[in-house]
Nanobody, 115 residues
């Protein structure tokens, strides 16, 4: 069984930074692709960034150049460094692990960016 626990969210002013962490349990964590998604109330969940098991990354256009995803397989942790935050980045951020045909989700962490 895989469990994902996000942390690092909070309230920050526009232009500030936050680093989110996703701690995974289970041996398959380091074998799967991990993604960060976000969802604002009333909107669809959207992809923010992904990283494969070997470190290949992909970003949504809206965060390119501002966010950086990375992983430390020894610690079973994936990070999302968020810089130059904007009010439109406000959302609940979710960690996702995709391994073979299975998807696993964390509970989410709230990020609020004030103007």
């Amino acid at each position: 069984q895989v469990q994902l626990v996000e942390s690092g969210g909070g309230l920050v002013q526009a232009g500030g930074s936050l680093r989110l962490s996703c701690l995974g349990s289970g041996s398959i964590f380091r074998l799967g692709a991990v993604g960060w998604y976000r969802q604002d109330p009333g909107k669809q969940r959207e992809l923010v960034a992904t990283i494969t098991s070997i470190g290949v990354t992909n970003y949504a256009d809206s965060v390119k150049g501002r966010f950086t995803i990375s992983r430390d397989n020894a610690k079973n942790t994936v990070y999302l460094q968020m810089d130059s935050l904007k009010p439109e980045d406000t959302a609940v951020y979710y960690c996702n692990l995709r391994y073979r045909w299975d998807d696993y989700w964390g509970q989410g962490t709230q990020v609020t960016v004030s103007s």
